[in-house]
Each structure stands twice: as structure tokens, then as C-alpha cells.
């Protein structure tokens, strides 16, 4: 029988406790979870890509089947590159979910048959988002319950920076 390999992809910068949800929420629904790190052109960056590998790593340590990969390109690509049969992503609102309708269209018409599955966000972290972080950070506040706690010192860290 083939494998049941799912993407979840984002540009995780940082990644969240709603990433790390939809990561064990995810895994435990498909045999091998490949985390995609990709470039979002429309979101400026805060940690370096290869950083966010790392925290991920951290994050995603004794998960069983679980691996994160840094990705310079389409996720079509990448979905085309490792054989997976679906992309896995996170639904917050209706905002999130015009958002995944568009491009889950348009990445089957890159790939056809490429398929996108979307998981209802926990409600109690409806709210919580990269760029929330971000500005919570810009404005120096407490990012702890936005952040999981393994890698809430390194996030930190990276807001001090701006
Ligand atoms: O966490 P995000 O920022 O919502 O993730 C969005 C991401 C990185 C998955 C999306 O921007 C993406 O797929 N980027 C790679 C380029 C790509 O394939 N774009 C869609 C077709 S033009």
C-alpha cells in the first residue's frame, strides 16, 4: 500500500502554538508529515529561513514521522518533488478560508490532481498568527501563548533585533 504523505507548508515566521497544533493534529492523520518551509512574497521577513528550519526541528523533535524541509520555490514543486499526495493547511475565518480556496485552485491548476485538505483551527487559538507575533514583538510585548514554549526565548530574541 503507498504512503500517505501530506505537506504542511508556510513561511512559519516564527512558527506558532496554531502551527504546532496543525502539525500534531496533521501527523496524526497521515503516515509521513513533511513541514514546508517556503518563501510568502508578500510577507516581509523576520528570522532567516534556515532559522525557522531549526525552530521547527526543535518543535517537531520525538514526533513520530515528521520531518521539515526548507524550500526555495513553488509549493507545487515541492508537492511534485516528494510525491505527496496533499497539502495540508489551517483555516482561523472565513478571511483564511478565501485565501486557501484561491490557492488551492491555483496550485492544482500547477499541478492537477494536487489536493488541499483544511483543518478547522482550535478555537483558542483563532487569534494567533506569525504576524501577530511579529507585532506583538515590534512593540516589545509578551509573546508567550503565542509562541511555543521550547522556542519562546529564540522568537524573543529575534524581536529584539528590529
Ligand atoms: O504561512 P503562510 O505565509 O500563509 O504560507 C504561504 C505559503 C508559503 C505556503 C505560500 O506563500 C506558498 O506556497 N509560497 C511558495 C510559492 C507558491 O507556490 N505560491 C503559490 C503559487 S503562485
Known amino acids: 500500500m503507498t504512503k ?6 508556510g513561511s512559519f515566521d516564527p512558527p ?14 497521515c503516515d509521513e508529515l513533511i513541514v514546508g518551509v517556503l ?16 525552530l521547527l526541528e526543535k518543535l517537531c523533535t520525538g514526533l513520530p514521522g515528521v520531518r521539515v524541509v526548507l524550500w526555495d520555490g513553488l509549493l507545487a514543486d515541492l508537492v511534485k518533488h516528494t510525491g ?4 495540508l493547511r489551517g483555516l482561523r475565518n472565513g478571511s483564511d478560508f478565501q485565501y486557501e480556496q484561491t490557492m488551492g485552485q491555483l496550485n492544482s491548476r500547477l499541478l492537477p490532481g494536487l489536493e488541499t485538505l483544511c483543518l478547522m483551527t482550535d478555537p483558542r487559538l483563532g487569534c494567533v498568527s506569525s504576524s501577530a507575533v511579529r507585532e506583538l514583538l515590534y512593540f516589545g510585548r509578551d509573546i508567550s501563548g503565542f509562541v511555543p514554549d521550547e522556542i519562546l526565548e529564540d522568537v524573543t530574541a529575534y524581536g529584539k533585533q528590529d
Do not use: Q, S
Open 39 to 54: 518563501h510568502n512574497p508578500a510577507k516581509r521577513g523576520l528570522i532567516p529561513a534556515e532559522e525557522r528550519v531549526r
Open 84 to 87: 505527496a499526495c496533499a497539502v
Open 16 to 29: 506558532t502554538l496554531g502551527h504546532l497544533d496543525m502539525i500534531r493534529r496533521g501527523a496524526g492523520l
Open 4 to 9: 500517505k504523505l501530506w505537506i504542511y507548508p
